[in-house]
């Protein structure tokens, strides 16, 4: 008698937010009155919105409810109120979630009125009841878990009404998409720009300043070649050094744009090149990539490893510079000596993992300094995805997942 009192109290506090959420509503179709005749006189266009999205809070308040008086959660799908106030307003009219939550609101105006007052009108009999039927027969209780029945019809008819339909589930899906694609996208070219800028400067800085230079020593060998055919050879060798200076300049900027070292060993054979010169003791583990040693050429694998596919160009360039990156942040900022890097091949994904020692505190966000927003803008142009663990003394994880094709 204690559980089904105590149970029956639990679904009459239910019912009684569920009561309070029906005098909401009521307030709600008074809103959608007023904003309905706004809308219509054209000056209160800009009120709609604002009233959908009032509307959606009240409706993810029952969504919330209802989730935890059942346990299974209840799916939202709405379009995203973004934008122009125009396109605010088409949106707030047209997505199919508005027209559900004001079919809801008016419903629940009646049953969570009317399961609240039914719990009230039985609690009086159910006690007396349930009181001669456990007192003096000694049998469950019969009329109080009525009141907990009364508590799930009403979670019941919230989630039918409140759940989206398959069509409006997957226009919000694509709608979602959309927006994620655009952030990416704008997240590539900032990060194409940049690169570009990196590129130019060093061209500009390094390369392009070593050829000036190395002309204007030629055109001076050529005109002391006649009178001076000594200090000509010197400024010949003086060119010389120059020009091979140049050469390492623009090496170092085609190794920045796509490293040649994937190209000729792979991804594996990359990274276990970054390790060795990380500056750090870097454990390296691959699983289901190609993985040649140092100085093995393709053409020296077992048939084994010559089987074994490689990813996409482009996906492993964009793990070889977040590993580069994630081994150049731990030898310069977290204090570590230690360092593992694992390179996973998976039915649609390339892993990859780095791990430090260090003291940890590498922060997540825009403000997490160049290299970590370079790395995520880099990832997500692929449609991949990096996740950041670094609390206060560390260790510092960083793992990436980027999808491809095998």
């Given at each position: 008698?204690r559980?089904?009192?105590?149970?029956?109290?639990r679904?009459?506090?239910h019912?009684?937010?569920?009561?309070?959420?029906?005098?909401?509503c009521?307030?709600?179709?008074?809103?959608?009155?007023?904003?309905?005749?706004l809308?219509?006189?054209?000056i209160?266009?800009?009120?709609l919105?604002?009233s959908v999205?009032?509307?959606?809070?009240?409706a993810g308040?029952?969504?919330r409810?209802?989730?935890?008086?059942?346990?299974?959660?209840?799916?939202?799908?709405?379009?995203?109120l973004?934008?122009p106030?125009?396109?605010?307003?088409?949106?707030?009219?047209t997505d199919p979630?508005t027209?559900?939550?004001l079919?809801?609101?008016?419903?629940q105006?009646?049953?969570?009125?009317?399961v609240?007052?039914?719990?009230?009108?039985?609690?009086?009999?159910a006690l007396?009841?349930d009181g001669?039927?456990?007192?003096?027969?000694?049998?469950?209780?019969?009329?109080?878990?009525l009141i907990g029945?009364?508590a799930?019809?009403?979670?019941?008819w919230s989630?039918?009404?409140?759940?989206?339909t398959?069509a409006?589930?997957?226009?919000?899906?694509?709608?979602?998409?959309?927006?994620e694609l655009?952030?990416?996208?704008?997240?590539?070219?900032?990060?194409?720009?940049?690169?570009?800028r990196?590129?130019?400067r060093d061209l500009?800085?390094?390369?392009?300043?070593?050829l000036?230079a190395?002309?204007?020593r030629?055109?001076?060998a050529?005109?002391?070649?006649?009178?001076?055919p000594v200090?000509?050879?010197k400024?010949l060798?003086?060119?010389q050094?120059q020009?091979?200076?140049?050469?390492?300049?623009?090496?170092?900027?085609?190794?920045?744009?796509?490293p040649p070292?994937?190209?000729?060993?792979?991804?594996?054979?990359?990274?276990?090149?970054l390790?060795?010169?990380?500056?750090l003791?870097v454990e390296?583990?691959v699983?289901g990539?190609?993985?040649?040693?140092?100085g093995?050429?393709?053409e020296?694998?077992?048939d084994s490893?010559?089987?074994?596919p490689?990813?996409?160009?482009a996906?492993?360039?964009?793990?070889?510079?977040?590993v580069?990156?994630a081994l150049?942040?731990a030898?310069k900022?977290?204090?570590a000596?230690?360092?593992s890097?694992?390179l996973?091949?998976?039915?649609t994904?390339?892993?990859?993992r780095?791990?430090d020692?260090?003291?940890?505190?590498?922060?997540a966000?825009?403000s997490?300094g160049?290299?970590?927003?370079?790395m995520?803008?880099r990832?997500?142009?692929?449609?991949g995805?990096?996740?950041?663990?670094?609390p206060?003394?560390?260790p510092?994880?960083i793992?990436?997942?980027l999808?491809?094709?095998?």
């Open positions: 008698m559980d089904a009192i105590r149970e029956s109290g679904a009459s506090l019912l009684l937010s569920g009561a309070a959420i029906a005098l909401l009521y307030l709600m179709v008074g809103v959608a009155l007023f904003t309905a005749f809308t219509a006189t054209v209160g266009a800009g009120v919105p604002e999205l009032l509307l959606r809070r009240l308040r029952e969504r409810r209802t989730a935890a008086r059942t346990g299974t959660p209840v799916p939202e799908a709405y379009l995203p973004e934008g106030l125009p396109a605010r307003v088409r949106t707030a009219v979630g027209g559900r939550d079919v809801w609101a008016a419903a105006l009646l049953y969570g009125m009317g609240w007052f039914a719990s009230l009108v039985l609690w009086a009999p007396l009841v001669v039927v456990t007192g003096l027969a000694g049998r469950r209780p019969v009329a109080l878990p029945r009364l799930d019809l009403g979670a019941e989630r039918a009404l409140l759940t989206p398959p409006a589930a997957r226009a919000a899906a694509l709608a979602a998409r959309v927006e655009t952030a990416t996208r704008a997240g590539a070219i900032a990060a194409h720009g940049a690169e570009l990196r590129i130019e500009h800085d390094g390369t392009q300043a070593r000036v190395l002309s204007m030629i055109g001076l050529k005109r002391a070649y006649d009178s001076d200090a000509a050879r400024l060798d003086d060119a050094t020009a091979e200076e140049a050469l390492a300049e623009l090496r170092h900027v085609v190794r920045g744009i796509h070292i994937l190209t000729d060993r792979g991804l594996s054979g990359a990274v276990r090149a390790a060795a010169s990380s500056g003791e390296v583990s699983t990539l190609a993985d040649h040693a140092p093995d050429g393709p020296h694998a077992d490893r010559a089987a074994a490689r990813a996409p160009a996906v492993e360039a964009a793990a070889y510079f977040v580069a990156e150049t942040n030898a900022h977290s204090g000596t230690r360092a890097v694992a996973v091949r998976e039915p994904a390339l892993r990859a780095v791990a020692e260090g003291r940890g505190g590498a922060e966000g825009e997490g160049s290299g970590l927003l370079g995520r803008r990832v997500a142009a692929l449609d995805t990096v996740r950041l663990t670094s206060e003394g560390g510092t994880v793992e990436v997942e999808p491809c094709v095998w």
